[in-house]
């Protein structure tokens, strides 16, 4: 059961990045367009906090 109930929840987190990914190729964000492991973190980084960002809008602005 413990076993399921981690699969479960791996599923559940690939879904949802999954999702982060496919909105960021949705938007010309799919390839890298720069070099080098510290670059592409960076943009990573970047990405993830955009994502973030963008989160926290929708949840302040939807009604209630």
Do not use: S
């Amino acid at each position: 059961a413990c076993h399921d109930a981690d699969m479960v929840e791996l599923r559940r987190k690939r879904r949802r990045i999954e999702t982060v990914n496919a909105w960021f190729k949705a938007h010309g964000l799919a390839r890298l367009t720069l070099r080098g492991l510290a670059k592409a973190k960076i943009a990573g980084l970047l990405q993830a906090r955009a994502h973030n960002l963008m989160l926290a809008h929708h949840y302040r602005t939807r009604p209630a």
